[in-house]
DNA sequence: ACTAGTATAATTGTATACAATTATTTTTGC
DNA sequence: GCAAAAATAATTGTATACAATTATACTAGT
């Protein structure tokens, strides 16, 4: 039974989002060793929709083949997260930059109420939510942008960097709250029209939160 | 039986290099749809593996599943080209950046054999070859660069590019002319350690391609 | 006790049969 | 003749059985 402009999702789909979210959220943790057999029949499917599943979650980096065939899920680098990071920049640029010159008043109003949001969150500290909301963010800015391509890309590589934001136990709540401000400024240059503005700030707000990132992952570097 | 030091492809990466070759030397032409019965006895295969090599084409943009679950060919649009190379553009200076800064003296050895080779191609016009090491040229500073996510990436969309630029019949002798020397001012400018450099005849030789690829489509639009 | 070799078990890779879905053709009622 | 409905065909999605490969346990010889 489908509910009108809903369809069932196919075993492989089901597959993919349960397995993704197990590894995001480390239920599957890094460097764990994954077998087919195990993961199919708690999932309540067959050997084939599950392998399609893996394989795409092979794709975007979110499982690892080794060389006899076997899959684990991915350990976490500080090198790989640096590498990810240089990338994102550069693409971040190209989406607010394009973002602030396509955006309406409804854009803008709709980025206003995420960033509400945002604010309201960072005080309560629960960190599902804080990087919800800042996802919510910049997603908006790659639709917003209307390149396909970038947009494509910042999703991977975004859901890599959540896996190990999520890992980390211990969250920097300062670093929280000036996280949840720079959104509210590269708002504030994209709704005064000011593209390079925006992207400056963007800048510095990749840059942090790299520093962020590698200095949590240092802190916690005897997990990996 | 395998020789020492060799792997039998498998039956799925053998489909995926076969497939792959086929989308991009237009053996298998944009929008044509694609069934998996037909190719799979083409190949000698059963369908198990043969899926599995059209969903990791289906990652690379090489092939596009609609929404009722059949496969084609993608079809090229301008818009598409103009982002992929909006992102190229990025990620080639990042990369030329960085490969400057790695560049041993045996690299610049290695890179002035492409560039000779690049040279001495250019005159004949043939097509492949000029494609085919103008590729190595790029792909040596991708490796070079030591940034394995840069390189991944560039080498997915320099393969969507490589699909209209191999379709596209008729070449522009003066541009692959030019593209040859910008190649070579390139790598004069990484033997110098000139980074800053290399990077802005970077920037002109990826904006010189785009226009030349822009306009290549056009003149040939009604094919598409 | 250790190593090489062999047997066993575990796991992934592939083929095939069938189920579910989607497309096409045929039929029916008007 | 046309539109809607039904039947048929074509195609993709899934389950299962088996083949091939890789890892582990065992044995024998020293």
Redesign the pocket.
């Known amino acids: 039974m489908n509910y009108p402009g809903t ?2 999702l ?3 789909d089901y597959a993919y989002f349960e397995i993704k979210q197990k590894i995001l959220e480390g239920e599957l943790a890094p460097s764990q060793s ?4 195990e993961l199919s029949s708690q999932l309540g ?5 599950l ?2 599943a893996l394989q795409q979650l092979e794709f975007e980096n979110l499982v690892e083949r080794k060389s ?4 684990k899920v991915p350990s976490i680098s500080i090198q790989e997260v640096e590498e990810i990071f240089t990338v994102r920049m550069k693409l971040e640029e190209i989406a607010v930059e394009q973002a602030t010159d396509n955006a309406t008043e409804d854009d803008i109003h709709n980025l206003s109420n995420i960033v509400y949001m945002i604010k309201k969150t960072y005080g309560d500290g629960r960190i599902e939510d804080i990087l919800y909301y800042g996802a919510q963010f910049h997603n908006y800015l790659y639709d917003l942008s209307g390149n396909r391509t970038v947009s494509h890309i910042l999703t991977q590589l975004n859901d890599q960097i959540h896996r190990y934001r999520r890992l980390v136990p211990v969250q920097n709540v300062d670093r929280n709250k000036e996280s949840g401000e720079e959104h509210e400024i590269i708002l504030d240059r994209i709704a005064q029209k000011d593209s390079q503005g925006a992207k400056a700030v963007m800048q510095e707000h990749i840059q942090n939160s790299l520093e962020a990132a590698i200095h949590a992952i240092k802190a916690f570097k005897k997990q990996f």
């Open positions: 369809t069932r196919s075993a492989k994954i077998v087919e057999e499917i067959s050997r084939t929709p392998r399609g006899n065939g076997r899959l």
